[in-house]
């Protein structure tokens, strides 16, 4: 064989061998340890580019249990797992020697790391199943900086250092959960709310995180103004402990409030003192323009010229505001028995005060016989209070508003007791008036109606038989009825 001869052949071997070197090496570079890999101690991880020299997409998952491991840079060569990634017990400060990951095909563990910073993942992008970080030191999650996409569900559970979600910004996507559960310090979830992509999730875990105020992010509120699937909101910091609290666009609203106590309390004797306990203002409303309206009667031979009124703000503050009416209620035609009478008054010294429980408090001073007094009545405070809602609250309460239905009266015809249902929205002295079908007045008298349907009876039978109108006026609506008797 010529020299020629000699030199084409050993070319041709030569370029043989090249090509199955080079298609080797791209194959095993392509598609390494489909049964994955687990690493045990530090020399697994500082040996791994020389064991596998060319493998950076791993076809089966990772396990690492860390306990003795300090750094995990022996894997850098890393680009891609295609089965989970699970770390445990790791010694490192941190998870560099990740920093050339960009996709992980199934779920991301970490559980019980003493590691203090995620830094070494700040080139994933997509994590195609879950994301468990369990029992970790982490202080944050600011390693995560390219990470858009998280396939399952973000849980985070027992991570009693990490305050704020920061690093999760660029996360668009979350499907099936997001559970936040027994994180000690977390108290901002702000990053989470660039997650537009969260119609499949199907769960919602927060809970036993005493440091979170506030839930509101794009994912948890989409979330629950679907009103499918599993809710559990309880334990946080205030705001943040039921579906009730989440989710809302709070606006200003100043509104009137009125808070009610009936009274029907024994008076007998000077300085006989009776207590009402009115209920607490809203504890989030700031109040002023405070009034008390009272609707009283005094039933009983008695003749009181002095019966007092002490209020008492939340703060123990006395507020001595003078005599509820100081008439004789025995005698006289302008005074009959039982008469009702009311008393608004001021509370000038109550601006702007704290929530909480009113005392109003009736003293007879001047008790002039022996006879059993009782002081029957209604009390009320009323106040113009600025509080925040709920929008969406504002558009419930205005389909809400008090229906004032029509005046009913019965029964029809009727022999004694005529009953009278009547509705107003707020507190009323009411007057009405029976008359015949001639014009003539035939019986008159007075209620106190409260705010929605109010049932009193008007005792007609001292009226001859025959037909009549019932007239009622509260100062903003008169009604007319007609009513036969029997």
Excluded at 272 to 298: H, Q, W
Excluded at 412 to 423: F, M
Aim: aromatic content about 10%; some cysteine; proline content about 3%.
């Amino acid at each position: 064989m010529s020299s020629c001869k000699k030199s084409t052949f050993m070319q041709k071997i030569f370029l043989t061998l090249l090509c199955f070197i080079f298609l080797c090496t791209i194959s095993f570079a392509q598609s390494c340890l489909p049964d994955g890999i687990g690493f045990t101690n530090q020399s697994e991880i500082d040996n791994f580019a020389i064991n596998y020299p060319n493998c950076t997409c791993i076809e089966g998952s990772v396990d690492i249990f860390g306990k003795n491991m300090t750094s995990l840079a022996g894997l850098s060569q890393i680009t891609q797992i295609k089965g989970d990634l699970r770390i445990n017990y790791l010694s490192a400060p941190d998870f560099t020697g990740f920093d050339n990951l960009t996709r992980i095909g199934g779920h991301l563990s970490l559980f019980g790391n003493k590691s203090e910073s995620t830094a070494g993942f700040g080139s994933l992008a997509h994590i195609d199943s879950y994301v468990r970080i369990i029992y970790n030191e982490l202080n944050d999650l600011e390693g995560f900086t390219d990470l858009e996409s998280i396939g399952q569900g973000l849980i985070l559970r027992d991570n009693d250092n990490l305050t704020s979600l920061d690093g999760l910004d660029n996360v668009t996507t979350i499907h099936s959960a997001i559970w936040l559960c027994d994180n000690e310090l977390l108290s901002d979830l702000s990053s989470l709310s660039g997650v537009i992509r969260n119609d499949k999730i199907k769960t919602v875990r927060i809970k036993n995180n005493p440091n979170l105020p506030v839930c509101e992010v794009a994912p948890i509120c989409d979330f629950l103004n679907r009103g499918s699937g599993e809710t559990i909101i309880n334990n946080n910091a205030a705001g943040c402990n039921s579906e009730e609290e989440l989710c809302c666009t709070f606006v200003s609203v100043t509104d009137q409030i009125f808070i009610y106590s009936d009274m029907d309390e024994f008076v007998d004797g000077a300085g006989i003192t009776t207590k009402l306990e009115a209920p607490t203002f809203a504890s989030d409303a700031t109040c002023n323009n405070i009034v008390m309206e009272g609707y009283f009667r005094v039933i009983g031979t008695s003749c009181e010229s002095d019966i007092e009124i002490e209020i008492t703000d939340p703060a123990g503050n006395p507020i001595f505001m003078g005599n509820l009416f100081g008439t004789c209620n025995g005698s006289g035609s302008s005074h009959p028995v039982g008469a009702l009478y009311s008393v608004r008054l001021p509370i000038p010294m109550a601006m702007n005060v704290e929530p909480g429980d009113w005392t109003v408090q009736f003293t007879d001073s001047n008790d002039q016989n022996s006879g059993a007094e009782y002081l029957v009545g209604f009390v009320s405070l009323v106040a113009d209070c600025a509080y925040e809602v709920c929008e969406d609250d504002v558009e419930d309460r205005s389909e809400e508003v008090l229906i004032v239905e029509e005046v009913s009266i019965y029964p029809i015809p009727v022999n004694q007791q005529l009953n009278i249902d009547y509705y107003v929205e707020k507190t009323h002295l009411l007057t009405y008036e029976i008359y015949s079908t001639d014009g003539k007045a035939a019986l008159r008298g007075e209620e106190f109606v409260v705010r929605g349907k109010n049932t009193f009876q008007v005792n007609v039978a001292s009226l001859p038989a025959g037909q009549y109108y019932i007239r009622m006026d509260d100062s903003e609506l008169i009604q007319t009825k007609p009513f036969v008797k029997m």
